[in-house]
C-alpha cells in the first residue's frame, strides 16, 4: 500500500511525538505517524502509565496515562494518519520527497521527516518460553490497554519493578485472584506501592510467588490455562492463571535508523540546535534520540524541540512564503481540510 503524499512523516508516537503532530499542525501541515507499538504513547503508555509527571507547566501533578490523553485530545484538530505496530524499515529520497517502508509494507511518501524515537525503536522484553507468541494478544500481554478485559480473571503478574506493581494494584479490584511472581523477595517501587502491596496479600487478594521465575505456559488456540514456575532450586509450582502479565521492560534499538545517513553520536542523531535539523536535508529529530551540546533529556525540551522543528519545516517546504509569526492566542487552532 502506497500512501498519500504527506508534509511531515513523523517516526514515534510518544509525548514528543503527539506534540509535534499539534505543532505541525499549527503550522498547516498535514502529517502520518509510525510507532513500533500498538498503542500511542511510548513508554509512557508501556512502562508507566499511572505513575506521575511533575514537570510538566500548568500541571503540578499528572499521570503519564493522562497526559498522553490530553495530547491526544489536542491533536484531534489536525487529523493525523497512524500506522501503529509497525517499524520504518527504509527510509530513502525520491526526488522531493521520501519514502518510508514500513514492516507491514506501507510506503509512506512524506516531504519532510520528523523522528521522535526516543532512544529507538521500542519492543517487549519477551520471556525465553516456549510457544509464548501463540498466546500474545489473547492471553499473554506485556502492556494493559483495556483493564476492564481481565474482569474476573485470575492473572499471573511478572515482574519486579513499578510496572509489575502499579498494574497488581490496579486490576486487584477486579481480578479474581492475582500470583505476582519475581525471581526475589524484594521489588524495585515506590515505597507507597509497597504498603499496598503489602495490604492485598494480607487480605488474600494477591499471592506473592518468590523467588520463583516463568518456566513454561500450557494452554490451547492460544488460551493460557496454566503458567508454571521454577524456583533457584529446581523446584516447580502450578498456577492455574488464565492471563500472564509479563513486565521485564522494553528493549530499544536504533535499528533501521543507524542506516539512513544520519550523523550518529552514540545512538542519538546529531542535529542543529537551532531547528533539529540533520545532516540529511529534510529530517529533523526531538526528543530523547536527537543530540546537541547542553541538551537536557526532558519531555519538556521534546517539546520546545517539536516547535523548533515544525517551524523550520513551514519554512524549508515554502521557502517564498512571508513568515508572519503568530502566538496560538491570536492564531487561534485552525483544523485542516
Not at 496515562?65 to 517499524?87: S, V, Y
Request: proline content about 6%; aromatic content about 8%.
Amino acid at each position: 500500500m502506497i500512501t498519500a503524499l504527506s508534509d511531515v512523516l513523523i517516526i514515534g508516537a510518544g509525548p514528543v511525538g503527539l506534540f509535534s503532530i499539534f505543532t505541525c499542525g499549527m503550522q498547516k501541515l498535514h502529517c502520518q505517524v509510525v510507532d513500533a507499538l500498538e498503542m500511542i504513547g511510548g513508554q509512557c503508555t508501556a512502562l508507566y502509565p499511572e505513575k506521575p509527571i511533575y514537570d510538566i507547566p500548568a500541571y503540578p501533578k499528572i499521570t503519564a496515562a493522562h497526559l498522553i490523553e490530553q495530547l491526544h485530545q489536542q491533536i484531534q484538530p489536525f487529523k493525523p494518519i497512524f500506522h501503529l505496530g509497525q517499524q520504518v524499515q527504509e527510509l530513502t529520497r525520491h526526488g522531493s520527497y521520501w519514502q518510508a517502508v514500513t514492516s507491514k509494507n506501507v510506503k509512506i511518501q512524506a516531504k519532510t521527516v520528523i523522528i521522535a524515537a526516543g532512544v529507538g525503536a521500542f519492543g517487549p522484553n519477551r520471556p525465553p518460553l516456549p510457544d509464548i507468541t501463540s498466546y500474545e494478544g489473547k492471553s499473554v500481554f506485556y502492556h494493559v490497554q483495556q483493564p476492564q478485559q481481565f474482569l474476573g480473571a485470575t492473572i499471573a503478574i511478572a515482574g519486579g519493578g513499578d510496572s509489575a506493581l502499579d498494574w497488581t494494584i490496579n486490576l486487584s479490584p477486579i481480578a479474581k485472584k492475582i500470583y505476582l511472581i519475581h525471581r526475589r523477595s524484594k521489588f524495585r517501587a515506590a515505597p507507597a506501592s509497597l504498603e499496598q502491596l503489602d495490604d492485598l496479600v494480607r487480605k488474600g487478594k494477591v499471592e506473592l510467588v518468590v523467588p520463583y521465575q516463568l518456566q513454561k505456559l500450557q494452554g490451547a488456540g492460544g488460551q493460557l490455562q496454566s503458567v508454571f514456575v521454577e524456583d533457584m532450586d529446581g523446584n516447580t509450582r502450578h498456577l492455574p492463571a488464565q492471563i500472564l502479565l509479563a513486565f521485564f521492560g522494553l528493549s530499544s534499538q536504533l535499528g533501521p535508523i543507524a542506516d539512513w545517513g544520519l550523523s550518529l553520536h552514540q545512538h542519538h542523531i546529531q542535529v542543529n540546535p537551532q531547528n533539529c535539523s540533520t545532516n540529511q536535508q529534510g529530517i529533523y529529530a526531538v526528543g530523547d534520540i536527537a543530540a546537541y551540546p547542553g541538551k537536557l533529556k526532558l519531555i519538556l525540551s521534546g517539546f520546545s524541540e517539536a516547535a523548533s522543528a515544525a517551524h523550520a519545516i513551514r519554512q524549508y517546504l515554502h521557502p517564498d512564503e512571508a513568515v508572519h509569526f503568530e502566538y496560538s492566542t491570536t492564531s487561534g487552532v485552525q483544523p485542516l481540510s
